[in-house]
């Protein structure tokens, strides 16, 4: 994994670093000001550290360790549309390429969707792709070894589409998976697996990774729940190697219940090794959103200010 990320804060871009010993509330290793009011739909910071890279609904923009801006990638035609179109970037791991993607048929550019490969040092288009996609917005997940990039298309209640893309010298080739109703969350440490949520939200896969094939699935029911009332969150990750955490959520139907307390959720351990769920995992989340998996034994949530704070998990150590 990348152990640099970016969150915006205060009219800052804040830099943090994962430290293997950093636990609790986490420090900035650098605060770049961009300005208070920014839209910022995305943030990639490259794994040396020295480029990060922010996305608003018009373009990218990246500056330099000392706040310099080095470039600017517009997405033209500039649109129009106020909402449902979020451009995301990803850098390859070696930090020389900043993939894009541009939600052009909600941004009303009279075209699908475009997926892009910058030079990370320039910001020059080194290859494209017509997607064929009508997204609101892309989630990227890169190989470790650099081999190829995941890219998850949401299209909202059509599904979700997922492809996977190499640069072969001018060219990018892409590949569409068979499906259109799983999300795909997260890539396994070392890439050998990914894990999706069916777009319906009734059940939780593992994939091989690149080549798709399923290798267990779980349903709701397996948790104990209802499915009836209860689903699957597009929540969780990869804690480590053998173990996920997923999210179940559902509502309370009591006329008793407070409404700020009806919506309630729970995490779980899922034993990759056996297929088996293992206990509940108390995340200390805020939200059921508020969780992001490190795939090292630890993860983030956020406290009531948007910054980032790092567990560890505890259950073998005691």
Not at 41 to 54: F, H, N, T
Not at 65 to 73: A, C, S
Not at 140 to 147: Q, T
Not at 213 to 222: D, F, K, S, Y
Request: a negative charge; aromatic letters at 10%; glycine letters at 12%.
């Amino acid at each position: 994994m990348n152990d640099l990320f970016a969150r915006y804060l205060d009219g800052c871009l804040r830099v943090y670093e994962i430290d293997a010993a950093a636990e609790g509330l986490l420090q900035a290793v650098r605060s770049v000001p961009v300005g208070a009011g920014l839209d910022v739909c995305g943030l990639a910071v490259a794994p040396q550290g020295d480029r990060i890279v922010y996305a608003t609904t018009h373009e990218f923009v990246c500056l330099g360790r000392d706040g310099t801006e080095l470039w600017r990638y517009a997405l033209l035609p500039r649109s129009t549309e106020k909402y449902g179109h979020r451009p995301s970037a990803a850098f390859s791991p070696d930090g020389t390429l900043l993939w894009v993607y541009r939600p052009d048929a909600m941004a009303g550019r009279g075209s699908p969707d475009t997926w892009v490969v910058l030079d990370a040092w320039s910001g020059e288009v080194r290859a494209q792709a017509d997607l064929g996609s009508c997204g609101h917005g892309g989630e990227h997940l890169p190989l470790p070894d650099g081999s190829r990039m995941l890219l998850d298309v949401g299209e909202g209640q059509d599904g979700s589409l997922v492809f996977a893309g190499s640069l072969k010298g001018k060219t990018l080739e892409v590949e569409r998976y068979p499906w259109d109703d799983r999300c795909v969350m997260a890539l396994a440490p070392g890439g050998g697996q990914f894990m999706s949520i069916d777009h319906g939200q009734a059940d939780v896969a593992f994939h091989e990774c690149p080549s798709g094939e399923v290798v267990l699935t779980l349903p709701v029911a397996v948790f104990g729940h209802d499915p009836e009332s209860a689903t699957f969150e597009w929540s969780g990750g990869y804690l480590d190697a053998d173990t996920a955490v997923v999210t179940i959520c559902g509502e309370r139907e009591e006329d008793d219940v407070a409404d700020e307390e009806r919506e309630w959720y729970v995490h779980y351990r899922v034993d990759l090794r056996t297929g088996g769920v293992t206990d509940r995992f108390d995340a200390h989340s805020r939200h059921s959103y508020d969780l992001e998996p490190l795939g090292d034994g630890s993860w983030l949530t956020s406290d009531p200010d948007g910054r980032p704070l790092r567990w560890m998990d505890r259950r073998e150590t005691g």
